[in-house]
């Protein structure tokens, strides 16, 4: 797979064509289904990113936009939505994950990597290395069970921080 930081147009493509559990995931966590509204916070919110990258199919189609940002020391959070390629795709996205993301958390002393998803996400979310940790009962605006899920750094020590 070929990576980048995303382009407006990038983010644009993937989160217009998202697959179907991406969609429903992210619009319970939402006011309303507006896509075009959506892209564009997407995009205003690319300067609190730590990590932001767009994955792409060999021809340079975008698949993939993930986003990790910081939220409390030590702890970070992590959006990953895709296109319906995303399968076809998954043995490459988890090899970029395991070789470039993590290291990007490890090396400034992460201790976690967190987000929502849903229930039905626990089989790929295991598939990335995290684990589920909480269900968020009614955490959608239509009543829908959501999961937190977290990846832990495993050379993470708070004793070595304080």
């Not at 998803?117 to 995290?130: Q, V």
Request: proline share 7%; hydrophobic share 40%; net charge neutral.
């Amino acid at each position: 797979m070929i990576h980048r930081r995303p382009t407006p147009e990038d983010i644009a493509h993937v989160f217009t064509n998202l697959r179907e559990p991406n969609r429903r995931e992210l619009f319970a966590q939402r006011f309303n289904d507006d896509v075009g509204e959506l892209i564009q916070d997407v995009i205003a919110l690319s300067a609190n990113s730590h990590f932001r990258q767009v994955l792409c199919a060999p021809d340079g189609e975008p698949v993939t936009f993930l986003d990790i940002q910081l939220r409390s020391p030590f702890v970070g959070s992590a959006t990953m939505v895709s296109t319906p390629l995303f399968e076809k795709h998954l043995v490459s996205l988890c090899r970029f994950i395991d070789r470039q993301v993590f290291p990007k958390v490890i090396e400034p002393g992460w201790a976690r990597l967190q987000c929502i998803g849903l229930p039905e996400s626990r089989r790929i979310m295991r598939f990335f290395g995290f684990r589920f940790e909480t269900p968020l009962f009614n955490a959608g605006r239509n009543g829908e069970e959501l999961s937190q899920y977290a990846w832990m750094n495993p050379d993470f020590n708070y004793h070595e921080r304080t």
